[in-house]
C-alpha cells in the first residue's frame, strides 16, 4: 500500500534532501530507517529537492509497504533517525497519489536579518546594507505576472520546462530586524527561489530597478540576474495537494 510520509528536517549538515553518491542526504537517512524497520527496501519519492544547506519545516515522500501500525512506525522511527530529521505522521494514500506530481503548490520562506542577532545567524541571512523592503515588495510583484523562470533557475537541469505559476510574492516584517519572504507557487525550479531573493536583495539595495527585474525575466538567461541568496536562511515550509 502507498503512504504519505510528512516529516520536517534541519539541513545544515545534509547535501539537499535527494539520494547522491558520496554525500550525505536526508533521503538516504529515511530510506535507511525505514529499509531497517519495515524489514523490506524502501525508496522514497519526495515532493520536490532542496539544496544542501536548505531546511523543511514540512517535506512530503511517499514510499510503498504494507505498514501495520503507522502510529508505532512514526514513533520508531523518530527514535531511529538523528536529532535533525523529525517525522510527524504516516497515512495511507490511494496508488494514484504521487508525492511529487499531485500537488498542487508549494510554499518555501526566506529569512533575512537586517541586524548582528546571534540568535538568527544559523537560520537568517545577515546583509551589511540598508534594504528598501518596499521596493523589493513592488519587485516581487512582478513574478506574479510572470510564467517563464529561466532566469532564475540552475543551468543544464533535467525538466522539460521552466514554466511555473507563482501565486504568492511578499515580504513581511517578522520582528524589528527579522524579514520573511514568502512564495507559493505551482511549481519551482532548482534554484529558483535563492536565485529571486538574490535578485530582490538587488533591487533593495538600489543595483537593480523594477525596469531591470522585468529585463532580467525577459532575457531568459541565468547569468541575467543575481547571485544565489545563502541557502541557510531558505525553509520548504508547506506543500498543497
Known amino acids: 500500500m502507498r503512504h504519505f510520509i510528512y516529516f520536517s528536517y534541519d539541513g545544515t549538515a545534509y547535501h539537499g534532501w535527494q539520494r547522491q553518491p558520496n554525500a550525505l542526504t536526508v533521503q538516504e537517512k529515511l530510506d535507511g530507517a525505514l529499509s531497517t524497520l519495515l524489514r523490506t527496501n524502501v525508496q522514497t519519492v519526495g515532493a520536490g529537492r532542496?539544496?544542501?544547506?536548505?531546511?523543511?519545516?514540512?517535506?512530503?515522500?511517499?514510499?510503498d509497504a504494507d505498514v501495520p501500525d503507522a502510529a508505532q512506525l512514526c514513533y520508531r522511527l523518530n527514535a531511529m533517525l538523528p536529532a535533525d530529521i523529525a517525522v510527524q505522521r504516516i497515512e495511507p494514500v490511494s496508488e494514484e497519489m504521487h508525492a511529487r506530481f499531485s500537488a498542487k503548490s508549494r510554499t518555501y520562506h526566506y529569512y533575512v536579518c537586517t541586524s548582528k542577532n546571534p540568535f538568527q545567524r544559523h537560520y537568517a541571512a545577515r546583509f551589511h546594507f540598508q534594504l528598501d523592503f518596499q521596493?523589493?515588495?513592488e519587485a516581487a510583484r512582478v513574478l506574479l505576472s510572470t510564467l517563464d523562470?529561466?532566469?532564475?533557475s540552475r543551468l543544464h537541469t533535467d525538466v522539460k520546462t521552466n514554466t511555473c505559476h507563482v501565486t504568492r510574492a511578499q515580504w513581511t516584517q517578522q520582528e524589528p530586524d527579522l524579514w520573511r519572504f514568502e512564495i507559493t507557487a505551482d511549481r519551482f525550479l532548482r534554484g529558483m527561489v535563492r536565485a529571486i531573493v538574490g535578485t530582490l536583495i538587488d533591487v533593495g539595495r538600489g543595483r537593480l530597478s523594477i525596469a531591470d527585474m522585468q529585463h532580467i525575466i525577459l532575457r531568459k538567461d541565468r547569468c541575467a540576474a543575481a547571485d544565489a541568496a545563502p541557502p541557510n536562511a531558505l525553509f520548504l515550509v508547506d506543500i498543497a495537494y
Open 135 to 137: 521596493l523589493m515588495n
Open 50 to 63: 532542496t539544496d544542501t544547506g536548505v531546511h523543511a519545516h514540512r517535506m512530503v515522500a511517499h514510499f
Open 149 to 152: 523562470f529561466t532566469s532564475f
